[in-house]
């Protein structure tokens, strides 16, 4: 595969992606060079047909500590208007088919938390430490902090994080529903999103992809239309192979059957 200066990308069990941001001097601190090569690996992840699930993860220390200060800290308005910074950075992720599992170890803060909230499922470890403290800086979250922590926790509690950049540790992100687990090691942490990839991996990816597909909707359609939508996605599956194998095999053979797809 590809070698990159910013990341460690595997692939740890068959089928399942592993990238791991490496830019361990400044706590995977989200520059543009390890933005473009995060959205590069992830993009070949994502046209490589060998590969159904997709982990992202940090180091134990840092999952991401937020966009790069240093390097946006002189951009102007109309720079940063003109070139819709930061658009192209999670545009890529949000666009992506295949299910993304976002494995936090460490500080997750500004970017770093928004870029784990961009996954489909998010894993903790307990010593994880979840933040917006871009009020600190004199500016607010520009990736979609706002919207995604606020619709996972609830509008107090954002609004408490947001408003005075108190931060989140991975053991209340999992009492709040923010973090689906929360682990007690860093390594159990990635090991345990590893699994849920290979198992998502091991099921049919028609059906996967519709099922990823129509959960997201939820998060912008109203009820009525949403399960409307959802309804003519399941139509659909009965027009696929894996639908007719299995419930095929289920009618067959029992509750036990067990179909390789
Ligand atoms: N940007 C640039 N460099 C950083 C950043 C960052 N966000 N975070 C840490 N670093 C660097 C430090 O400058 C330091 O570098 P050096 O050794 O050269 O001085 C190195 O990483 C290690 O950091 P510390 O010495 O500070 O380590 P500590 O363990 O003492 O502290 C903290 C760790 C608490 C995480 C601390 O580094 C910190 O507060 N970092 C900044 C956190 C922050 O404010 N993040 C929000 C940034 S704003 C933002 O993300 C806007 C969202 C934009 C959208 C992004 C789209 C994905």
Not at 188 to 205: N, R
Request: proline share 4%; net charge positive.
């Amino acid at each position: 595969g590809k070698s990159y200066e910013f990341l460690l990308v595997s692939e740890p069990k068959p089928k399942v992606g592993l990238i791991q941001l490496n830019r361990p001097k400044a706590l995977n601190a989200l520059s543009t060079p390890l933005i473009t090569e995060l959205n590069s690996a992830l993009q070949t992840f994502q046209s490589n047909p060998a590969i159904s699930a997709i982990v992202l993860t940090g180091s134990e220390k840092a999952f991401a500590a937020g966009a790069d200060i240093k390097e946006m800290k002189d951009l102007s308005f109309s720079a940063a208007y003109g070139s819709d910074f930061i658009e192209s950075w999670s545009s890529l992720i949000t666009f992506l088919k295949k299910p993304l599992i976002t494995a936090v170890n460490g500080y997750a803060l500004g970017g770093g938390c928004e870029l784990a909230m961009m996954g489909d499922i998010l894993y903790a470890s307990k010593g994880a430490v979840f933040g917006q403290p871009e009020i600190k800086l004199g500016t607010i979250p520009g990736a979609g902090g706002s919207q995604r922590l606020t619709r996972a926790i609830g509008k107090s509690r954002a609004m408490e994080c947001i408003l005075t950049g108190s931060n989140i540790s991975g053991t209340q992100a999992g009492e709040w529903g923010l973090a689906a687990r929360v682990f007690e090691t860093p390594q159990e942490c990635v090991d345990g999103a590893v699994a849920t990839a290979e198992k998502i991996a091991g099921f049919s990816q028609i059906a996967v992809k519709a099922a990823k597909e129509v959960v997201n909707k939820s998060q912008e359609l109203g009820i009525r239309e949403g399960v409307e939508f959802e309804r003519r996605v399941f139509h659909g599956l009965f027009g696929s192979r894996d639908q007719k194998l299995g419930m095929g095999s289920f009618a067959e053979k029992g509750p036990k059957a067990k179909v390789e797809w």
